[in-house]
């Protein structure tokens, strides 16, 4: 009897751990897609990604590109202080967008033209991304608010 429970509690650790080891790998394939990291202006231009694929691009809207043209485009360079890549936007801007400040997009690289989808904003007056701050330091761009 002690054997079988004992053979019985292996099978159940068994399955256990492949089930886990199943759900895992479910979840990793899942998400490979859903993974965009973010890159400066500098990196895309260094290594320009694939054509279609998804990424996030932020730094600083850079001061007198900003233009409003018909409908709900809206064109600008994010620049990080070495590289500058044009942006065009079909949509409504958060409140918080303007030149000069951190954003952050989401979208791909057509020809030189990054067609940003989503475009987000810092959400206060002093946000704005770990990656955009890291990005403007290693450029000696990034000054710390209040200094």
Known sequence: MKGL???RRIQVIAVAAVALA???ALIGYAMRDGINFFRAPVQVLAEPPGPGEVFRIGGLVEEGTLVRGQGETITF???DGAASVPVSYTGVLPDLFKEGEGMVGTGRLVNGVFEASE???KHDETYMPKE???ALKE???YVEPGS
């Open 139 to 141: 450029q000696g761009v």
């Open 132 to 134: 955009v701050i890291d």
């Open 5 to 7: 429970k004992k053979q």
């Open 22 to 24: 199943l759900s895992t």
């Open 119 to 121: 475009i987000l904003a």
């Open 77 to 79: 360079n994010v620049t």
